[in-house]
């Protein structure tokens, strides 16, 4: 397809595929932010489990109650960062599922816009062959007129 750089049609594709490859953009920054949260939360659950193997494992020896209560309250502080981290999480890939058909939407756009500019060239292509021959009949007429042909 040469459809002219100047054309709607062209404008509209080049449009559309600009609108598609930001929303593409936006679908792998979410992507990448998506997997650093997971990649947090376990770290933290990984803690989160270490820390209460630590705790149980020193119930046996002798630790002031002070440590014991200070391990145990961070341990529930990681808990709570954990919660609001999944909580975030979750969000993330709320928002990854809707760029995801955002992003479908887009390239079916793409592919609309691609298709109605296709045909468009096509009619305009059709259009300048019927002319052409239109001229070539008009040519052929007045070489038959010139010639003195009896026939016309």
């Known amino acids: 397809m040469s459809l002219a750089a ?5 404008v509209l ?8 490859g930001r929303t593409r953009q936006e679908l792998q920054a979410t992507q990448s932010r998506l997997e650093g ?8 659950a990984q803690l989160i489990a270490e820390y209460q193997r630590q705790d149980q494992a020193s119930d046996g020896q002798s630790r002031s109650m002070r440590e ?17 981290l999944a909580t975030e999480v979750d969000k993330m890939a709320g ?4 760029l995801r058909v955002r ?17 468009a060239w096509r009619a305009e292509r059709r259009e300048l062959q019927r002319r052409e021959q239109k001229g070539f009949d008009e040519l052929a007429l007045l070489r038959r007129q010139w010639s003195g042909d009896p026939a016309t």
């Not at 100047?6 to 062209?10: A, E, F, G, I, K």
């Not at 594709?13 to 598609?20: D, F, G, L, P, S």
């Not at 928002?95 to 809707?98: D, F, G, S, T």
């Not at 479908?104 to 045909?119: G, Y």
Request: no cysteine; aromatic share 4%; net charge positive.
């Open 6 to 10: 100047t054309s709607p049609w062209s």
């Open 13 to 20: 594709v080049e449009k559309a595929r600009h609108q598609a």
């Open 37 to 44: 949260l997971q990649a947090s939360l376990a770290r933290i």
């Open 68 to 84: 014991r209560l200070n391990t145990r309250a961070f341990i529930a502080q990681l808990q709570t960062a954990s919660a609001k």
């Open 95 to 98: 928002v990854l599922a809707h």
């Open 103 to 119: 992003l479908q939407r887009d390239e079916q756009e793409v592919l609309k816009m691609e298709k109605l500019a296709e045909n």
